[in-house]
């Protein structure tokens, strides 16, 4: 394992110092299709290109995309809050799109506890002392997190997929065979076949992605391919990489997150008022019909859990209006 850890430091560190752009790359990188509104947040480890909607006087609202995916995928629920008077903030996870790590010899690492963190860095560089969240996949973790670890600062949430925070310390258990065997990707980027093959097909794989995790969405090339330019940042096939081999104890994560980590590895539970929501369609995990104990012990608050018929993995795509009524419905319920 050490051999590995050490292997992985190196190799990392390496590749971010020779393939991190500096702002003028990004700029060059980003010059055909970004987003006229996108606009950037320094914290202490990124630059996060964000984009932004509504009133700046609104009530914040963050929402957190996932893997593999970007921004876009919130553009519908984006504007529906805006209309409601919030003001909308939907940033780039950690390698995707225009987001950099600000120190080039920075290793691309992507822990649970790196990716909460990133979320309230981003308040921080922001001013907002309070917010609420939104996310799935990724960014559902990172919610998680932050409303779990700082229920001071996120006063409402919607999280998509339930509560996803993961004990990175005990040594990880196998699943149903059905269940390990829909995560295949996962076991795939553990090995470096894995790394290669992401590197060498990250659209054509992305996309396979997409449609299997929402078999029934009929999604268009421009709609992906609108996204996929995001796929292009030099960080993501590291970013991705260490995401999935960290969760599983194949590969070290930052030591400032020790700590950490071990906290999340007890499941602290979310205080904050809380809606979840599922895909009944997801094709990693189907949705079991009514919660269980643990998922009732890990929001204390919840004010509803609901599956949305004729949606997949990517529901703020498939489903936005879902999405957007169960954030206002949250807010209300915390007035």
């Not at 971010?16 to 790359?25: I, R, S």
């Not at 995707?96 to 990133?118: C, K, L, N, S, V």
């Amino acid at each position: 394992m050490e051999r590995s850890r050490r292997t992985f430091l190196r190799t990392t560190g390496a590749a971010g110092a020779a393939l991190a752009a500096d702002f003028t790359g990004v700029a060059r990188l980003w010059a055909q299709g970004e987003p006229p509104n996108t606009r950037f947040v320094e914290t202490p480890a990124l630059r996060i290109g964000y984009e932004e909607r509504g009133d700046r006087q609104g009530f914040p609202i963050v929402l957190l995309h996932g893997f593999p995916d970007d921004v876009r995928a919130w553009d519908d629920v984006a504007v529906a809050l805006a209309k409601a008077g919030c003001r909308v903030l939907v940033p780039y996870l950690r390698g995707y799109g225009p987001t950099r790590f600000r120190d080039a010899a920075a290793p691309r690492m992507a822990e649970q506890a790196a990716i909460g963190q990133d979320l309230i860095d981003f308040a921080d560089g922001l001013g907002l002392k309070r917010f609420a969240t939104a996310g799935y996949d990724w960014g559902n973790r990172a919610a998680c997190i932050a409303a779990a670890l700082h229920p001071d600062r996120v006063r409402a949430g919607v999280f998509i997929g339930g509560y996803s925070i993961q004990n990175t310390v005990a040594r990880s258990r196998p699943g149903a065979p059905e269940a390990d065997r829909a995560l295949w990707y996962q076991w795939y980027f553990n090995t470096e076949r894995g790394r290669d093959g992401l590197q060498a097909n990250r659209r054509s794989l992305c996309r396979l992605l997409w449609e299997t995790w929402s078999p029934t969405w009929k999604f268009t090339a421009e709609t992906f391919d609108r996204t996929a330019a995001s796929f292009d940042n030099p960080d993501f096939v590291d970013v991705v990489i260490h995401s999935y081999r960290h969760r599983i104890g194949n590969a070290p994560g930052e030591s400032r997150f020790v700590d950490v980590e071990k906290r999340l590895a007890g499941r602290p539970p979310i205080s904050a008022p809380s809606i979840v929501l599922y895909g009944a369609d997801d094709g990693i995990a189907r949705p079991a019909p009514t919660a269980s104990p643990e998922e009732r012990a890990s929001f204390t608050s919840l004010i509803a859990r609901r599956i949305v018929a004729g949606a997949g993995h990517f529901l703020p795509r498939e489903k936005p209006d879902a999405v957007s009524s169960a954030m206002l419905e949250v807010l209300k319920a915390t007035r």
